[in-house]
């Protein structure tokens, strides 16, 4: 299977929202609740933002939401801040011979 | 606080073989299943591997299958991808990552370099 597809780049003024999308098909994406988002700053590790569609964990801010439609996840930001200029990445459950697929990232830049 | 760490990559040479290791601590890493993710130089993450708390489940992904093997020892707290066959397309950060249930990668480690070269 292919990865995830993700747009190569957006970007938003401080304090607007911008809308991350990642599009699988119907054997990931679309028939499991298992997508994920990471963060991921120049020369640092990924940190998970979202998990199963649209949970926060302890510690992330409630400007990040996530969404799904079909075989469409969506990663919103709202209130862009400087410190959310990164790397965005999707990640879903596939199937038991796939497993794992991630999108090819999403550089977000903040103006 | 929950910490991995990786180590063990380094230059090998193409149809070379590497260890990496993962130490794990601030947390009961007998309980947690736990993966490799790589990313090769300027690109997007994948998948690479995963094992259970007990080491009883192991996938692989197919760019592996056959060359890489995963392994843990949870009396040292410790994982570990024994590479074999490397190719040049294996060059990549490699991530050890802890796994949940969701497939999601809760804490990473700082990742290790892994470069296959001539």
């Known amino acids: 299977q292919s990865a995830l597809t993700q747009p190569a780049s957006v970007s938003g003024s401080p304090g607007q929202s911008i809308t991350i999308s990642c599009t699988g098909t119907?054997?990931?994406?679309?028939?499991?609740?298992?997508v994920s988002w990471y963060q991921q700053h120049p020369g640092k590790a990924p940190k998970l933002v979202i998990y199963?569609?649209?949970k926060r964990p302890s510690g992330v801010s409630n400007r990040f939401s996530g969404s799904k439609s079909g075989n469409t996840a969506s990663l919103t930001i709202s209130g862009l801040q400087a410190e959310d200029e990164a790397d965005y990445y999707c990640c879903s459950y596939a199937d038991s011979s796939t497993h794992v697929l991630f999108g090819g990232g999403t550089k977000l830049t903040v103006l | 606080e929950v910490q991995l760490v990786e180590s063990g990559g380094g230059l090998v040479q193409p149809g070379g073989s590497l260890r990496l290791s993962c130490a794990a601590s601030g947390f009961t890493f007998s309980s947690y299943s736990m993966n490799w993710v790589r990313q090769a130089p300027g690109k997007g993450l994948e998948w690479v591997s995963y094992i259970s708390s007990s080491s009883s489940t192991i996938f692989y992904a197919d760019s592996v299958k056959g060359r890489f093997t995963i392994s843990r020892d949870n009396a040292k707290n410790s994982l570990y991808l024994q590479m074999n066959s490397l190719r040049a397309e294996d060059t990549a950060v490699y991530y050890c990552?802890?796994?949940?249930?969701?497939?999601?990668?809760?804490?990473w480690g700082q990742g290790t370099l892994v470069t296959v070269s001539s």
């Open positions: 990552a802890s796994h949940s249930s969701s497939w999601r990668f809760d804490c």
């Open positions: 199963e569609v649209s």
């Open positions: 119907n054997s990931d994406v679309g028939s499991y609740n298992l």
